[in-house]
């Protein structure tokens, strides 16, 4: 539908997920991804076809507690038998037990949860236990059995804060940029769990993975410094990288701008970025 048909009304959605049971975000034919889960709900309850605009296409594996999408419905439903709280009433019935719609909330048609984001922010969990993870969190945290350095892990994090073309970490895709601003990219004990926080105004595809594979790779003496600022000169992806497994993942946040900038942050964003994965 149309967002700017006077017929319809965006909603914005606030979601979260498992993502073990899912082969990422973005819609497949044939296989089990969230949107194409919560597509299948929401056309159920609207008797149209939905389709979501997601702020960041997460992985096979990957998590989220603070994942955002767009929607455009039909305004009389919205504004009849199917306000914003009632439909994430029905949608908690209707959804599998590994997604929620946490929220629903009436938007202007300047609001695009991809393009209107200034940043995302993941977190990524590592234990270092004896023991591998704690059984109530093994699908969110990663064993590390190899012994990593915490002082020469978040040196390393910080070499690569910045506005750099992240070719190395990214998985190509034809015509799309891998210049990115990496605003935030350390990490923080607690007993034995490792969290890594990382935030940017965008990631390609792979690219949070990568990040995580790389710097581990020289707080296990692997790698060195010299060998991760290299990296930021790098024109295609580097093949030494191994990507982190994508279970230790989780998109916790995406921030936006007062309203009244929605429409030129949406300028901005599609001059610099038209084909990537957000």
């Known amino acids: 539908m149309s967002p700017s048909s006077r017929d319809t009304l965006r909603l914005r959605l606030d979601v979260a997920y498992d993502g073990t049971e899912f082969s990422g975000w973005a819609r497949q034919p044939g296989r089990r991804t969230v949107a ?26 990957v998590h989220a507690t603070g994942q955002v999408a767009h929607v455009d419905v039909r ?17 908690a019935r209707m959804l599998p037990t590994d997604v929620r719609v946490l929220s629903a909330q009436k938007v202007s048609a300047q609001f695009d949860a991809r393009f209107s984001a200034l940043r995302r922010h993941y977190r990524y969990h590592i234990t270092r236990s004896v023991y591998g993870a704690d059984p109530l969190r093994a699908r969110e945290v990663v064993p590390w059995a190899r012994p990593l350095d915490f002082d020469v892990l978040n040196a390393a994090s910080s ?12 998985r190509p895709r034809p015509g799309a940029t891998t210049i990115r601003e990496l605003q935030r990219f350390e990490w923080a004990e607690s007993g034995v769990l490792i969290t890594a926080s990382i935030t940017a105004d965008a990631f390609c595809w792979s690219m949070c993975r990568s990040l995580v594979g790389a710097v581990t790779a ?45 429409g030129i942050r949406n300028e901005q964003t599609r001059d610099i970025r038209t084909s990537d994965s957000s």
Do not use: M, N
């Open 36 to 61: 194409g889960v919560i597509e299948e709900a929401l056309s159920t309850l609207l008797q149209s076809s939905a389709q979501l605009t997601v702020a960041g296409r997460t992985d096979a594996g």
């Open 218 to 262: 020289v707080a296990e003496g692997r790698r060195d410094l010299a060998w991760i600022r290299s990296l930021l000169t790098a024109s295609s992806r580097a093949s030494e990288i191994t990507v982190a497994p994508a279970h230790g993942l989780c998109l916790v946040g995406v921030d936006y701008p007062e309203e009244s900038a929605w």
């Open 159 to 170: 070499a690569l804060v910045g506005l750099h073309d992240f070719a190395a970490f990214c």
């Open 75 to 91: 305004a009389d439903l919205v504004s009849g038998r199917l306000p914003p709280e009632k439909l994430v009433r029905k949608l």
